[in-house]
């Protein structure tokens, strides 16, 4: 049995705006042992995966006992509140990691300039540094000429006494 499910395209495409102007598509899938062509701009491996993924939840709910007493129409409805929850509990995550990532973003910005601030004010105190040295060199080099201006006249003084 063959059935072309286009209305799944909306479903798999939404927010996939960029790939619409890609080449259409058209995949078979399996899903409670039926054959299915899909259509659209998905790769084969992804509506497979979809496929699978539905699989996996029927047989999850299939061996459960409980399920598997309940009409055909409460098993679809479970089935797709339990699909639904799985999606809004990662589009959930999907936010919450978005927000993680904004905030790691702002932190990493925020480090960032911290870094440059403290980049700026070492080469400052490097100067700083710089100039200190500068004048320890100056100030030593006063001293040893005094020290030697003063040892000339005491010496000078001690020769003009001995003389």
Not at 26 to 32: D, E, K, N
Not at 60 to 74: A, G, H, I, P, W
Request: no cysteine; net charge negative.
């Amino acid at each position: 049995m063959f059935y072309n499910l286009n209305f799944i395209i909306i479903f798999l495409f939404y927010g996939h705006s960029e790939e619409i102007m890609a080449a259409k598509k058209s995949a078979q899938v399996i899903i409670r042992d039926k054959v299915y062509t899909l259509s659209g701009y998905e790769e084969e491996e992804y509506l497979q995966k979809v496929a699978n993924y539905i699989n996996d939840k029927i047989a999850e709910f299939n061996s459960m006992d409980d399920y598997k007493r309940l009409s055909s129409d409460m098993k679809e409805t479970l089935l797709e509140l339990n699909i639904a929850d799985d999606y809004f509990k990662a589009k959930s995550r999907v936010e919450q990691l978005e927000k993680d990532i904004t905030a790691r973003d702002d932190d990493l910005y925020k480090l960032k300039h911290d870094l440059v601030s403290m980049k700026v004010r070492v080469e400052e105190l490097e100067k700083k540094n710089k100039d200190f040295e500068d004048q320890n060199k100056e100030l030593l080099l006063n001293k040893q000429r005094l020290e030697e201006t003063l040892e000339d006249a005491m010496l000078g003084s001690i020769k003009g006494l001995t003389e």
